[in-house]
């Protein structure tokens, strides 16, 4: 079906308020065109713009991307300093993009760590962006679930330490206060390209109860028709969050 075509299927009362998406692929796609892995990343970017934009037209509010993961530290060393380059240069040259279109930039992860660069960059995008209000676009930069859930236990431990929490009020919302996304809704829709089927470390307190929706296509081929595609299936699922069927489909 059309680009269009599938646009104009999308509920837009039924958009997922939150998309978290897990990139991946990039390194399978440049090896079989014959390339480095770098290339991949490369190539990666433009569907990182393609859907950052599809999301800011229908009018979704919040779209977070893995973009480096703490495991991701492990890899060459070749491969993680273009990575980090490549950061630099995609923030620098997408400002414009996110400005025009009332973008604000937003990080989570452990950013102590990254390269000077690579953090000057994007907390210099953070700050130009701060005050726009059409979607906040959050990048997952040095990002682990289990690292964010230690640090967050840390922060509260040290509250209960100095007595401004008590043991026995700790209740989610004090957990999710405590986590790099406080703030942010959790997501409702997870999507993850390339055909693994694993969540990887990402989001795990937060995607408690998202659809998790997982396609083949490998991250620098997915276009904004992919994202229709996923929307659909995320609109033609019954999320029960527990109740029967019949309960939500107010049968009862
Ligand atoms: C995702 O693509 C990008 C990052 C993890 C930074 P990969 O680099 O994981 O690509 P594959 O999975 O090896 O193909
Ligand atoms: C997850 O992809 C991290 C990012 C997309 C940034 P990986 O390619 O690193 O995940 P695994 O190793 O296949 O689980
Ligand atoms: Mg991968």
Not at 38 to 62: D, M, N, Q, W
Not at 93 to 111: F, S, V, W
Not at 209 to 233: C, G, M, N, S
Request: hydrophobic share 35%; net charge neutral; proline share 3%.
């Amino acid at each position: 079906m059309s680009e269009d075509l599938l646009k104009n299927k999308i509920d837009l009362l039924k958009l997922p308020e939150h998309i978290a998406t897990i990139m991946d692929g990039n390194g399978r796609w440049a090896k079989s065109q014959g390339h480095l892995r770098v290339f991949g990343h490369k190539k990666g970017v433009k569907s990182v713009r393609e859907i950052t934009e599809a999301c800011a037209e229908l009018g979704v509010p919040y779209l977070t991307l893995y973009a480096f993961s703490t495991e991701n530290w492990q890899r060459p060393k070749l491969e993680v300093n273009a990575l980090m380059s490549l950061l630099v240069d995609t923030i620098g040259n997408e400002m414009r993009t996110l400005q025009e279109n009332n973008i604000k930039l937003n990080a989570i992860g452990d950013l102590s760590r990254l390269p000077n660069k690579t953090r000057k960059a994007l907390l210099n995008g953070i700050e130009k962006t701060q005050s726009n209000d059409r979607m906040t676009l959050t990048l997952a930069l040095n990002y682990s679930s289990r690292w964010e859930i230690t640090m967050a236990m840390k922060k509260i431990a040290e509250r209960v330490k100095t007595g401004e929490i008590m043991p026995e009020n700790i209740d989610e919302e004090i957990i999710q206060q405590h986590l790099e996304t406080s703030g942010l809704p959790d997501p409702e829709l997870m999507i993850r390209t390339s055909g693994e089927l694993r969540i990887s470390n990402y989001l795990l307190w937060q995607l408690a109860y998202a659809e998790l929706y997982f396609t083949d296509v490998l991250w620098p081929d997915f276009r904004k028709v992919h994202l229709y595609e996923a929307i659909l299936d995320f609109q033609n699922r019954e999320r029960r969050f527990g109740k029967t069927g019949d309960q939500v489909s107010n049968k009862t």
